[in-house]
């Protein structure tokens, strides 16, 4: 059973489709087709599509560069999307090294960390002392940090994050956090999504598919 996703997932995975038709040739698209890539229903699709004024037609679909041009707008794929990662241990040091952020528009722009065995303001990907966090984020205008500290650290990191201009965190430390008015946090814990995914592949063969 396909795990549920939620629209930004959605417009993700309908952007990704899109250049899959493109490259195929396709000039135009319908919802049906979409939706069966997905395994979304058709009114799914056009009602995601409706929210953000992704308009078509019932005869001919949907032109597919206008969509791309409007999803792009709409992730922020139109222009490189700068971050910044906070704890530059194993799984910062891996994050930052990884080659897949420059494909989907993405760039590292430094790393901080509080350890001065790893703060190196002279390498080509800078790391910096946390300390200077604040004024940096405001230099460079970046609104979005990846955070890969210590289930230990996480409170105090997340509270210098907050106290800056940053406005979305992703959070790797294994420790769930909550986002507020001004700053989105989204919890990723490596343990459990492989816990759940082990529990999806243990019961995907006996339920016809369905999990309980």
């Known amino acids: 059973m396909p795990m549920k996703l939620d629209i930004a997932q959605r417009l993700s995975q309908y952007r990704s489709v899109l250049y899959k038709l493109k490259a195929l040739g396709f000039v135009r698209v319908f919802s049906d087709n979409l939706g069966d890539a997905l395994e979304l229903s058709p009114a799914l699709v056009r009602k995601d599509f409706s929210l953000f004024h992704l308009t078509g037609n019932k005869r001919v679909g949907y032109q597919i560069d206008d969509l791309l041009a409007k999803l792009n707008r709409l992730l922020g794929k139109d222009k490189t999307q ?18 897949g952020f420059a494909r989907e528009g993405i760039q590292v722009v ?53 106290g800056s201009e940053i406005r979305g965190v992703l959070n790797f430390a294994p420790v769930p956090l909550r986002g507020g008015d001004h700053c989105i946090i989204r919890n990723i814990n490596i343990g459990l999504e492989i816990e759940n995914l082990f529990y999806h592949v243990k019961f995907s063969g006996k339920l016809g598919g369905r999990t309980p």
């Open 82 to 99: 700068k971050i910044v990662i906070v704890g530059c241990g194993k799984i910062g040091q891996a994050l930052m090294s990884y080659s």
């Open 110 to 162: 430094a790393g901080f960390d509080t350890n001065p065995a790893v703060i190196n303001p002279h390498a080509p990907l800078p790391i910096l002392d946390l300390k200077e966090f604040g004024p940096f984020i405001k230099r460079e205008g970046i609104r979005i940090a990846i955070m890969a500290v210590p289930d230990n650290a996480a409170a105090q990191v997340l509270d210098v994050l907050r």
